[in-house]
């Protein structure tokens, strides 16, 4: 991990109250598919974590939601030039083995960015079914990444897009289809819960990304910490924020 002092390229909005954050770091930065960011946004002790969407070389690229007084900050105090301090990159992000070819992504909200840089990571080794929930059609962005994958569905609360319902419940009518050898999520708390339910008894790896609030990000405040299964707590930010769905409490 290290704290950087990048230069915003592009601060600009892509869908509605969806951000998307590209600046430059001084050197190119090694970042696996859900390792995430600190970002320090001016006028606030505290940095906001936000999953890496799009790591190429030196460009790094944050996808956020405006979700409360330092996200709106973060969308119209920096715009192309200014600097930005982050430290990155944090966690120890989604890992996938050699023989699992067949993989699953099902993502929900701002759960869908971390999971647009594992299909990045994994689109050219491995077949990627990808299972992508949204409020509506005006929440719909990044198509283009997530199309990247063998097969694509997009949900949407209201079918205006898509599937009609959640990505859990289009991901669970494809699986006996799909036959996944391992499963990527992350998404809001009950639609991990949902897949948890869905999947319980089949023999089949899941791994989720956690989102829990944070403080330092980097192991020291215990803010985020989970409970484990089995008793015994976890920090999601440095001992996650990817676990195995049956390893934590949701
Ligand atoms: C590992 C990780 C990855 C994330 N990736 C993304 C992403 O890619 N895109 C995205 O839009 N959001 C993401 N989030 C959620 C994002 O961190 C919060 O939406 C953001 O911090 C809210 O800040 P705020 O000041 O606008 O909101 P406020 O509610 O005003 O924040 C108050 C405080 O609570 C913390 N906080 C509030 N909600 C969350 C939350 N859900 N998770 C963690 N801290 C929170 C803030 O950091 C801040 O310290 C991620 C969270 C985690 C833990
Ligand atoms: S946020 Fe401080 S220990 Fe995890």
Redesign the pocket.
């Given at each position: 991990m290290r704290e950087l002092t990048a230069t915003v390229l592009e601060n600009k909005q892509i869908a509605e109250e969806?951000y998307s954050l590209t600046f430059a770091c001084e050197e190119p930065v090694k970042v696996r598919a859900g390792q995430?960011a600190m970002v320090g946004?001016d006028g606030?002790p505290?940095?906001?974590?936000?999953?890496?969407?799009k790591a190429e070389g030196e460009r790094i690229t944050?996808?956020?939601?405006?979700?409360?007084?330092?996200?709106?900050?973060?969308a119209s105090r920096y715009s192309r030039g200014e600097k930005i301090s982050v430290l990155l990159p944090?966690?120890n992000g989604f890992s996938v083995t050699e023989e699992q070819k067949r993989v699953a992504v099902v993502g929900g909200?701002?759960?869908i960015?971390?999971l647009i840089a594992a299909i990045r990571e994994y689109a050219e080794s491995k077949e990627i079914y990808a299972y992508m929930g949204f409020r509506g059609k005006e929440a719909i962005c990044m198509q283009y990444e997530m199309q990247r994958g063998k097969e694509l569905v997009i949900a949407t609360d209201d079918g205006s897009v898509g599937y009609r319902g959640t990505a859990v419940q289009a991901f669970m009518e494809d699986i006996d289809r799909v036959k996944p050898h391992v499963v990527l999520a992350?998404g809001p708390t009950p639609m991990l819960r949902a897949l948890k339910s869905a999947t319980a008894g089949r023999d089949l790896p899941v791994y989720v990304?956690?989102?829990?609030?944070?403080?330092c990000?980097v192991g020291a405040c215990l803010v985020?910490v989970c409970d484990l299964r089995g008793g015994g707590h976890a920090r999601?930010?440095k001992d996650?924020?990817v676990f195995g769905i049956g390893e934590v409490e949701l």
């Open positions: 969806i995430f946004v606030f505290l940095r906001r974590p936000i999953a890496v969407c944050l996808c956020y939601r405006l979700k409360g007084e330092g996200t709106r900050r973060l944090l966690g909200g701002v759960g960015f971390p992350c990304s956690l989102e829990e609030r944070m403080g990000g985020c999601v930010c996650g924020p």
